[in-house]
């Protein structure tokens, strides 16, 4: 069962403007990142359900994070029908995103009043999804559509939270564009936790490179 309610999750989400996402199948491994991007300030942590067994990875990571990191709010990705929704829930996933709009998963999730974020492209897409509940809408990928798209939809619709995952850097500009045109919070994989940081084992870069870009979402908030 989660433990933070969608309202909850969301309010973190708006609060540290970031949420780290990654996937690899080593449990040991899993634990390292994320305790070091716990240890940089990240509250949030969304893991991407891709490889085979990806189930018993996050069961144990979730555990990891509710008896070791208080306060870390563990997801999960990548998750493209109701049962697998239903799964990680039963593992105590906190919030579930999606690649595309399913209205199988918004019954589920809502049912038990966890967040779900699913991805959306156009702005028939994000009405469907905010008419089924959803809280925080996530623009994938990112890249294809850009800050022009969020900054076109947030005119005519200035409540809708937007979380870009796909194409959001560490880099100043990136984000600042970002969040100039309006995101609620960022989704970042591989320019966070890259690959060079998984193979090389360089935690303790991972965590500062945490810090470094939270404390970049902050000045350019408090800049807006």
């Known amino acids: 069962m989660a433990r933070y309610s969608r309202l909850e999750v969301v309010r973190v989400m708006q609060e540290t403007g970031m949420v780290p996402l990654f996937y690899h199948s080593d449990i040991e491994i899993g634990k390292k990142v ?87 492209g156009s702005l028939t897409e994000i009405n469907k999804a905010e008419e089924l509940g959803c809280e925080l809408i996530k623009l994938f990928p990112g890249s294809t559509y850009g800050p022009g798209f969020v900054k076109a939809i947030k005119g005519p619709q200035p409540w809708t939270s937007v979380m870009p995952t796909g194409g959001v850097s560490t880099d100043e500009a990136n984000l600042r564009a970002w969040f100039d045109a309006g995101v609620t919070c960022v989704g970042m994989g591989s320019k966070l936790i890259s690959k060079d940081i998984l193979e090389e084992k360089n935690f303790e870069g991972l965590q500062q490179k945490v810090v470094d870009t939270l404390k970049l979402i902050e000045k350019i908030r408090g800049e807006e």
């Not at 300030?41 to 189930?55: C, N």
């Open 34 to 120: 994320l305790k070091a991007c716990y240890d940089g300030g990240a509250r949030l942590m969304e893991f991407t359900a891709r490889g085979d067994f990806a189930f018993e990875v996050f069961s144990e990571l979730n555990k990891y994070a509710l008896g070791e990191l208080q306060g870390m709010i563990m997801g999960v990705g990548s998750i493209t029908d109701a049962t697998a929704a239903s799964m990680y829930l039963q593992m105590g996933a906190n919030f579930v995103v999606t690649p595309s709009l399913r209205e199988d998963i918004a019954i589920v999730c809502n049912r038990r009043k966890v967040l779900w974020s699913p991805g959306c």
